[in-house]
């Protein structure tokens, strides 16, 4: 007995000593492998839920098609009761054969061989349909049983064909949807694990020493902060899982309306894509932390991008009910990242509008000065105060106006947009006053001539 719990002692300080020297090394790798899978996962969900989403509109195209096969026999009972085709029977006809060859030809657009696989049935209905209705037409409305025996044969024979098509999409759709909510499961775990490894990572690099031990308030406060990240994250992610989900559950459902279900695919759509985009902030801080943010460069027009942020700003812009205004020098180019830039763009922009109350404004300036080209985002929001300036641009830092307003955001924004001005070799500053608005002002080198 006690030679197994010595066993245990020495098993336990073994693994003790690795990890206090390789601690750091596994924390970084775990975060790593754990960003890798979250990502790789988000897509493959997205992957999932496009095929769904595809599938279910093909059913729609196909039992459109049934449908208006199905109303061509409407017509033969109609002459028949008017003993004879008049001119407004066989307009209607005419234009009721026009949409079945027009949901034909949708089907045929988005899936050649299922096409292939109606096209007989389909034209000999057709042509069945157009025999009968001239004989109609010769007899004066008369029919006979063989006309209608043959007629419903032909029905028959494309409605089976059609329903062999919409029975297999609606197997794939069995299959397809509990791959997309095992898929959303596994990366809500991978999340988590890689909000554990964050955690742990931090707590090695404190026990390390590697926080100053004069600085015991502001390692208090990092903690803090840690704390409202992992909490703020947490929400940021729970949100969208939770309706993903939700909806996924809904579209389980086999008497779920259709245009509820096409709605539900949307949502799913809208909030993994938000998943993705969380996931990629967080990926571009790591990658701004460890002195490697990838850059594609090139010449950039830097107005064109100026349009562009103010034209994808407007919605937001209007909802709430905030005035957008551009000022921009022409042909302004620099060399650098055109990808990254927008992405600058767009943060600094979007910030603002964010935290500019209802009737204010929101201008975007981009100038040449002195050989630099510097970028204004102007705001007339509540300002920020001189103690929330000195750390606006920390990771998770979030001022406290919008801490006090529950203003939604993860507190990246700008870190990123740091990030991107300094492997630009630029600067960002922030000008403001606590009811005065806020400038935030990036200087870029200019294009070389």
């Not at 025999?131 to 063989?146: D, E, H, I, K, Q």
């Not at 409202?228 to 909806?247: D, K, M, N, Q």
């Not at 709605?263 to 990658?287: G, K, M, Q, W």
Request: proline content about 2%; some cysteine.
């Amino acid at each position: 007995m006690q030679s197994t719990q010595l066993q245990l002692t020495r098993e336990r300080s073994y693994v003790h000593k690795w990890l206090s020297a390789n601690g750091q090394r596994t924390a970084y790798v775990a975060i790593g492998i754990s960003l890798v899978a979250t990502i790789g996962l988000v897509v493959a969900a997205g992957v999932l839920l496009h095929r769904s989403a595809a599938t279910e509109r093909q059913t729609l195209r196909l039992e459109r098609l049934g449908a208006s096969l199905t109303r061509l026999q409407d017509f033969t009972t109609d002459a028949e009761v008017a003993h004879g085709v008049t001119a407004q029977i066989a307009n209607d006809r005419a234009a009721a054969v026009r949409d079945a060859e027009f949901a034909f030809t949708t089907v045929e657009r988005y899936d050649m061989a299922e096409a292939r696989a109606i096209h007989p049935t389909y034209a000999a209905y057709l042509a069945q349909s157009d025999a009968t209705f001239t004989a109609l037409a010769a007899r004066n409305g008369a029919s006979t049983v063989g006309d209608h025996r043959r007629l419903e044969r032909a029905l028959g024979a494309v409605q089976a064909a059609i329903s062999r098509e919409v029975t297999k999409k609606s197997a794939e759709l069995r299959r397809t949807n509990p791959q997309a909510r095992a898929v959303l499961i596994s990366s809500l775990i991978a999340v988590l694990a890689l909000i554990s490894a964050l955690v742990w990572q931090f707590e090695l690099q404190r026990r390390a020493g590697r926080i100053d031990r004069d600085l015991a308030e502001r390692a208090q406060e990092l903690i803090r902060l840690r704390d409202e990240f992992v909490a703020s994250v947490s929400h940021e992610l729970r949100t969208p899982l939770t309706s993903i989900l939700g909806y996924l559950d809904l579209l389980g459902e086999d008497d779920l309306p259709q245009d509820e279900r096409s709605s539900a695919f949307v949502v799913v759509e809208r909030n993994a894509e938000r998943l993705l985009h969380l996931v990629s902030d967080l990926l571009l801080v790591a990658e701004a932390d460890n002195g490697r943010l990838p850059l594609t460069v090139r010449d950039v027009d830097l107005s064109s991008l100026a349009r562009d942020c103010i034209e994808a700003a407007l919605p937001a812009a209007a909802a709430g009910g905030v005035e957008l205004v551009m000022r921009a020098d022409s042909d302004i180019w620099v060399t650098g990242d055109a990808v990254r830039l927008g992405q600058l763009l767009d943060n600094l922009v979007s910030n603002a509008v964010k935290f500019t109350p209802e009737g204010g404004k929101v201008t975007l300036s981009v100038r040449r000065d002195d050989g630099d080209v510097t970028i204004d985002v102007t705001d007339t929001g509540p300002g920020i105060s001189a103690a929330d300036q000195q750390r606006l641009f920390e990771r998770f830092f979030r001022t406290s106006s919008a801490t006090a307003g529950v203003t939604a955001g993860t507190g990246l924004g700008l870190t990123i947009a740091k990030a991107i001005v300094e492997a630009h070799n630029g600067t960002i500053e922030v000008e403001s006053a606590i009811g005065r608005g806020a400038t935030f002002r990036v200087k870029l080198p200019a294009r070389l001539a």
